[in-house]
């Protein structure tokens, strides 16, 4: 049973569409986080959320857009997509502080062509 | 601003050999330290972890690290490297204690290739 699950794995568009990622854990922590992983495989933290509430929202252009519907899923929804968007996106979740062990999902590789 | 510092984007050892991968960070008030592995195509696994108490941390897989306020490090080290020990091995710090902020900033990352 998967602790946190991102879906889709692999997504390819095109430049300008419209599209969403999603994350559920199963593990009942309260804090959720989306990062970007680049080609060069450095990792950088966009959002978190704790209880549904947007804590952390770094310089990430307007047209990323977090959503927590609930404590266990945190969606990531992205407009008029660029080729600069191509990245791998990693789904987290820790409970209380982050001194505690952050769970990592599998990653949803996006391509934009 | 807090940052890390990983010595070595690729490491090369023998299986068998010892692995060291070095990870310096710069904060005036030590973070909490973690090293993650990830290996290819798959999410981030924690190997160990750094908060408070003993400086010389035990994870999995036979890594462990130390932890030395005074050179502002945190190396991860293994005595014998296994070739299912290639993968990208991630330090990376917090200092939600402090600030509030929840959120990892991570090193940049070291490809350990373990040689036949």
């Known amino acids: 049973d998967t602790a946190v699950s991102q879906t889709p794995k692999y997504l390819v568009t095109q430049m300008g569409n419209d599209k969403s990622i999603k994350c559920e854990q199963n593990?009942?922590?309260?804090?959720m986080y989306w990062y970007k992983q680049d080609s060069k495989k450095f990792l950088k933290i966009m959002f978190s959320?704790?209880?549904?509430?947007?804590?952390i929202n770094e310089t990430v252009p307007n047209r990323f857009s977090p959503k927590s519907p609930d404590k266990a899923h945190l969606n990531l929804h992205i407009n008029s997509l660029e080729l600069g968007d191509s990245a791998v996106y990693f789904c987290?979740?820790?409970?209380?502080?982050?001194?505690?062990?952050?769970?990592f999902g599998q990653g949803t590789r996006l391509t934009v062509v | 601003a807090q940052s890390v510092t990983q010595l070595g984007s690729h490491v090369s050892v023998s299986e068998g050999a010892l692995v060291l991968l070095r990870c310096n960070y710069s904060?005036?008030?030590?973070?909490?330290l973690f090293w993650y592995v990830q290996y290819p195509n798959q999410g981030l696994q924690l190997l160990l972890k750094?908060?408070?108490?003993?400086?010389l941390v035990k994870g999995i897989n036979g890594f462990e690290a130390e932890f030395k306020k005074s050179e502002t490090s945190f190396h991860l080290t293994k005595p014998s490297a296994h070739m299912s020990d290639a993968a990208e091995y991630f330090c990376?710090?917090?200092?939600?204690?402090?600030?509030?902020?929840?959120?990892?900033?991570f090193g940049s990352g070291t490809r350990l290739q373990v040689q036949p």
């Open positions: 987290a979740s820790s409970q209380g502080d982050v001194h505690t062990e952050a769970f």
């Open positions: 593990l009942g922590h309260d804090t």
């Open positions: 959320y704790n209880n549904k509430e947007l804590i």
């Open positions: 904060s005036s008030v030590p973070p909490y």
């Open positions: 750094y908060t408070t108490g003993a400086t």
């Open positions: 990376a710090v917090s200092l939600s204690r402090l600030t509030g902020r929840r959120a990892l900033t």
